[in-house]
């Protein structure tokens, strides 16, 4: 799942340095954890993964943010709309800013309406 996470972050234009590894252990445990939670099971469901990879890359933009340490991600790229499943944002005429804080909630919520899916009755 590392090696997909850091490809989608790649796309996205922020460059993964190995400084940042263990603050993406930390979002890839968070994420996954929170998962099986919600879904009482003990291993992330197949059908989840392309979410938890999104939610992960979400969760990681957004802790490097918040941190400042977010410098090599130019928020001046272009990000003009986002479409994740059946879900599609548009940022046009908004800020770089404001487009990328859009673009970390779509990630961090990426397949919200699956997860009901793979619930399982917990007693």
């Known amino acids: 799942?590392?090696?997909k996470?850091?490809?989608n972050l790649r796309s996205m234009g922020c460059e993964f340095v190995e400084e940042h590894y263990s603050l993406l252990k930390f979002c890839i445990d968070k994420v996954v954890t929170d998962l099986n939670?919600?879904?009482h099971t003990k291993e992330l469901p197949k059908g989840l993964e392309e979410s938890a990879i999104d939610r992960v890359c979400g969760e990681f933009?957004?802790?490097l943010?918040?941190?400042?340490k977010l410098e090599e991600f130019d928020l001046e790229q272009g990000?003009?709309?986002v479409k994740v499943g059946d879900t599609s944002v548009n940022f046009s005429g908004t800020s770089p800013d404001a487009a990328f804080n859009n673009?970390?909630?779509?990630?961090?919520?990426?397949?919200?309406?699956l997860i009901k899916c793979f619930r399982k009755i917990q007693f």
């Open 79 to 81: 990000v003009s709309s």
């Open 5 to 7: 996470i850091i490809e």
């Open 103 to 113: 673009l970390i909630g779509t990630l961090r919520n990426s397949g919200e309406e």
């Open 1 to 3: 799942m590392e090696d």
């Open 65 to 68: 943010k918040s941190t400042g």
């Open 37 to 39: 939670s919600r879904c």
């Open 61 to 63: 933009l957004y802790a």
